[in-house]
């Protein structure tokens, strides 16, 4: 079964910075799909990002951007000119072609500081 | 753009009893899924749907059932319910499956007393 690991439970950012939240994964698996949920503490689920394990090229949206390294098995989120409105939790996910049960990291509290 | 309607928002229940939930996916998409959320934790695949049709099963308790009718809408029920099954109940729904992303509702916070 796949497994989805964020190390880092807190981040700090200065206002108009970048910062990179990581997110590494382990599965066997070869067709997969990458996704980046952004939770703030109003609770809802917003998605961000996506990235296909067989996606050349890194996918952007906006100020997000994922990094992914695929021997690495890394797919770390980019995102640039932090915003206060950034300040949320951070959920990398992970979903395997074939089946619709998405797995989750532990998540990362971002928090912009002004 | 239409959203992801879960209701209701919040539901305060007592141990033993029953509760649905209902979710009305984004028009045209052709899959729902069901998460639930602890305190503190990351969300936790339950059930899904395509067409209609369960398709995986994931960390579903026996007490809980699910289904999706013909207008693509879902109901989670829960009966028994335990101190435990407190959590914010996430509905989300994609246009196929596989690399498609997939698109969440604002949750049905579920306490039970």
């Known amino acids: 079964a796949q497994k989805i690991t964020q190390t880092q439970p807190g981040m700090f950012v200065q206002e108009k910075e970048a910062v990179t939240l990581d997110c590494t994964y382990d599965t066997s698996d070869q067709s997969y799909g990458l996704f980046w949920y952004k939770q703030p503490s109003s609770g809802e689920m917003i998605f961000l990002i996506y990235?296909?394990?067989?996606?050349?090229q890194n996918a952007t949206e906006g100020r997000y951007s994922l990094n992914f390294q695929k021997a690495r098995k890394s797919a770390n989120l980019v995102i640039s000119a932090s915003q206060l409105g950034d300040s949320a939790m951070y959920f990398c996910a992970m979903r395997l072609y074939n089946n619709n049960d998405m797995r989750f990291g532990a998540g990362t509290r971002l928090t912009v500081k002004p | 753009a239409a959203g992801v309607i879960q209701s209701p928002r919040h539901l305060i229940k007592e141990k033993r009893e029953t509760a649905t939930l209902k979710c009305y996916p984004i028009p045209r998409h052709d899959t729902v899924y069901w998460y639930q959320q602890g305190p503190g934790q990351d969300p936790q695949f339950l059930i899904s749907f395509y067409e209609k049709m369960q398709s995986d099963k994931g960390s579903i308790p026996d007490r809980f059932s699910a289904q999706q009718f013909s207008d693509y809408h879902s109901e989670l029920n829960m009966s028994s319910l335990e101190l435990g099954d407190s959590a914010l109940y996430f509905c989300?729904?994609?246009?196929?499956?596989?690399?498609?992303?997939?698109?969440f509702g604002d949750g049905t916070r579920l306490s039970i007393l």
């Open positions: 990235q296909g394990s067989y996606d050349e």
């Open positions: 989300a729904s994609s246009l196929g499956g596989g690399n498609q992303p997939q698109h």
